[in-house]
């Protein structure tokens, strides 16, 4: 009992606080705006990320990590559309099988292509990590994710490389279906420091569901963007929730750049 009224007293406070930064935030947009009358408003992402945060406030934290992932899959459409998808691609075959209430996810990754240069050396150890989202919802929280062997080069392949994924999870239930997706992170490998994150692809499982064993997808790489006002929205939720803070540290991680890392500063990691 002592124990879950410190809970209480240290989780109540901080939502509260959160819920009075994001409305004073709100309060201030109004005001802008209020002095400005020329601004159209029906285009302007200040008043769209106000509306986000009013709205994400009362959603629970699985409903707010379906949404982020329905916004996130249509925002990568739109940026390989607009030529934003510069890191490479991902190609490999998938396949979802229906089997008694769940289903079973194969994957296999084959290789990567067009890598950028992320070692001073110009190369790349790349290996791709394979995770079922939105992870951290009642839904998910129990997959695994998989991780690829470390290959050195720009077009990397990975032979033998399969992925099997059993999936309690009946589709037609959800209220967000597109957002329960596969995404192919890929990674530079640093032995002398964290990792580099090259980029990701997100793939709605629907699309596997008719998909023949020896179809191939070929997806365009991108870095997620990190200023999203939903993306914001989570940042502060992970103030007062486990698993939204556990996904925040894990998508913070998510930048990156095509700058390689300079030797001098691979030597201090060393120390």
Not at 82 to 107: C, D, I, K
Not at 115 to 143: N, R
Request: one cysteine or more.
């Amino acid at each position: 009992k002592q124990w879950y009224q410190r809970r209480v007293r240290v989780k109540i406070p901080k939502y509260y606080r959160c819920v009075n930064v994001a409305l004073k935030r709100v309060m201030g947009l109004l005001v802008d705006h209020s002095q400005n009358l020329q601004v159209h408003i029906d285009n302007n992402t200040d008043l769209e990320h106000m509306k986000h945060i009013l709205e994400c406030l009362s959603e629970s934290p699985d409903e707010l990590l379906y949404r982020y992932f329905d916004r996130e899959i249509a925002a990568q459409e739109r940026k390989i559309e607009e030529g934003w998808a510069n890191r490479g691609t991902v190609s490999f075959t998938a396949r979802l099988v229906p089997q008694g209430a769940g289903m079973v996810l194969n994957v296999r990754v084959l290789r990567c292509d067009s890598l950028p240069k992320m070692d001073t050396i110009g190369s790349c150890d790349a290996f791709v990590k394979l995770t079922i989202h939105p992870k951290y919802t009642k839904e998910l929280e129990k997959l695994k994710s998989y991780k690829t062997k470390t290959v050195k080069n720009l077009n990397p392949e990975f032979p033998e490389h399969n992925f099997t994924q059993t999936i309690s999870l009946d589709f037609s239930s959800l209220t967000r279906p597109k957002a329960v997706c596969l995404q192919f992170a890929v990674w530079d490998e640093d032995f002398y420091g964290p990792d580099d994150f090259v980029g990701e692809a997100l793939i709605p499982l629907e699309e596997f569901l008719h998909a023949t064993p020896s179809k191939v997808f070929t997806r365009p790489l991108v870095v997620p963007d990190l200023e999203d006002g939903l993306y914001c929205v989570l940042k502060q939720r992970a103030v007062y929730n486990g698993p939204i803070k556990k996904f925040v540290e894990l998508r913070n991680k998510m930048t990156s750049t095509n700058a390689p890392r300079s030797p001098r500063k691979s030597f201090l990691n060393i120390l």
